[in-house]
């Protein structure tokens, strides 16, 4: 497909550059951390307050709701202020709420400064996928590499550091630790290129009427009070109207005319619910059938961080050598491979585990990296940054749907006949693999819609290519 952004507009040195691109992943790196670092430590917050499971989930619930939202937000402000000072803006936040959050004397103000970090933290992952686009069109790909590298790293190293930041010292320390990305403001600053503000306003109602409607649906989600998934609908079902009957709508209809976009979107949701999923189960397999601790098992998934990270920075390459869609078909392969292996061996030693369990960790920057591309050749310039914002909500979303629906499973699952032949054990190693079973099937399912409808796709574009001649 040809590539139908304008040239770039702004010129960076290669020293700049790298500095550039270092600080991104540096800050993408804190950001994906900060969703998980909180999860191993939710059992402490919960006695220090002496709460109920389900008053202390607000601290991992209120930041994904703000967290997801936030990043479609921003990515529509990216498309008319400059990306500079949103980034700031973010940053700030981000300080503002790991401050407040370390001398938090009650819960309420545990949950305010989450919420904070949450609006900092969006702008991060909202505007950084958008810079690669913007300021260097020519290398893309393996700028897009680089940083899903950092995205897989970050998620593997959450729980690690906040099992040790936890357990060595206090989860008010986490907080703390969050606090050292003021450092990179100062460079931020200087290295990102001056923007005018362009054309165009935000759209308020369409701002707030589609932020009540996500986050009643995750609150749906995560409680599965159908009271919410009612409200949500109706709210979404105004904010549909509205955009099809404002002159400036927060998100343009004609973007979900576009094939191309429509279809990376939905496969890159589906896509991020299994390996996402992948990643909420196993530590519950680890706890629970191993009985590892919190500390052991952020060592078992350390090195297929680390081999995420590695991997990552070659996928760009890849993508720009062989094309987004390869690259991706190779990446879902690899998703149903070890989901499949996975449930084959869920009875054996941690470390054996571990080194399966890479298998997911190395699709996941791969897969990441080739659904971003094709989002960003697919649309105009003026639409990339509410592109990419749909793009990262709906990953939001899927993270959060895959680790409800996992969730309700375990609760009321049954054991009964294990859908993997090489499974002879009985009683909860069946249920944990017929978990993964049933992920490598949704895997197979995505996988063949998402390489049926490119073949239509581009054959579609060879006909009309055809008739022009």
């Known amino acids: 497909m040809k590539d139908i952004r304008k040239e770039p507009q702004y010129l960076i040195s290669d020293a700049d550059k790298k500095k550039l691109i270092s600080l991104l992943c540096i800050l993408l790196l804190f950001s994906i951390m900060n969703s998980t670092m909180f999860m191993v430590s939710v059992p402490d917050i919960a006695f220090y307050f002496d709460l109920l499971p389900s008053q202390v989930s607000w601290v991992v619930t209120g930041y994904i709701i703000l967290y997801s939202i936030g990043a479609l ?4 402000l990216g498309d008319i202020f400059p990306i500079k000072n949103l980034l700031t803006i ?10 407040v959050g370390f001398f938090s004397p009650i819960y309420l103000m545990v949950v305010i400064s989450r919420m904070i ?12 996928f958008v810079i690669p686009s913007r300021y260097f069109p020519e290398e893309k790909g393996r700028i897009l590499g680089i940083l899903s590298s950092a995205m897989a790293f970050g998620a593997g190293l959450g729980p690690v550091l906040g099992g040790f930041i936890a357990g060595f010292l206090d989860w008010h320390y986490i907080f703390l630790f969050s606090f050292v990305v003021v ?3 100062p460079m931020i600053r200087v290295l990102l290129p001056q923007e005018e503000k362009k054309s165009g306003k935000p759209d308020i109602i369409g701002a707030i009427s589609m932020a009540f409607g996500v986050a009643l649906f995750i609150l749906f989600i ?6 919410y998934l009612l409200l949500s609908s109706c709210i979404t079902g105004f904010f549909f109207w509205w955009i099809y009957h404002y002159k400036q709508p927060l998100i343009v209809p004609s973007m979900f005319k576009n094939k191309v976009f429509r279809l990376t979107v939905l496969t890159s949701f589906f896509g991020t619910l299994i390996m996402f999923s992948n990643l909420f189960v196993l530590p519950l397999l680890l706890r629970e059938v191993h009985g590892l601790s919190t500390v052991q098992i952020g060592l078992v998934l350390f090195p297929g961080a680390i081999l995420g990270a ?3 920075r070659l996928a760009g390459g890849f993508t720009d050598r062989f094309g987004s869609h390869l690259v991706g078909y190779i990446a879902i392969i690899l998703i149903m491979i070890g989901s499949l292996l996975l449930s084959s061996i869920v009875g054996f030693a941690p470390w054996v585990i571990s080194l399966v369990f890479s298998i997911n960790f ?3 920057p791969i897969f990441q990296t080739s659904m971003a591309n094709l989002i960003s050749t697919a649309l105009l310039d003026e639409q990339m940054g509410v592109g990419m914002g749909i793009y990262n909500l709906g990953n939001l979303i899927s993270g959060a749907i895959g680790g409800a ?6 609760d009321y699952s049954i054991v009964g006949i294990s859908l993997n032949p090489f499974i002879e054990s009985i009683g909860v190693i069946v249920v944990y693999s017929n978990i993964f079973v049933g992920l490598a099937l949704l895997t197979l399912l995505f996988g063949l819609y998402f390489y049926f409808s490119n073949r239509r796709q581009q054959a579609a574009i060879i006909k009309h290519q055809m008739q022009k001649c």
């Open 362 to 364: 190395l699709a996941f």
């Open 222 to 227: 995560t409680t599965f009070n159908w009271v």
């Open 310 to 312: 590695l991997v990552g």
């Open 73 to 76: 937000l921003y990515g529509k």
């Open 183 to 185: 450092l990179t403001l």
């Open 90 to 99: 973010g940053i700030i936040l981000f300080v503002i709420g790991s401050i």
């Open 117 to 128: 970090q949450a609006c900092g933290a969006a702008a991060v992952i909202a505007i950084v």
């Open 405 to 410: 629906v996992i969730g309700r499973i375990l």
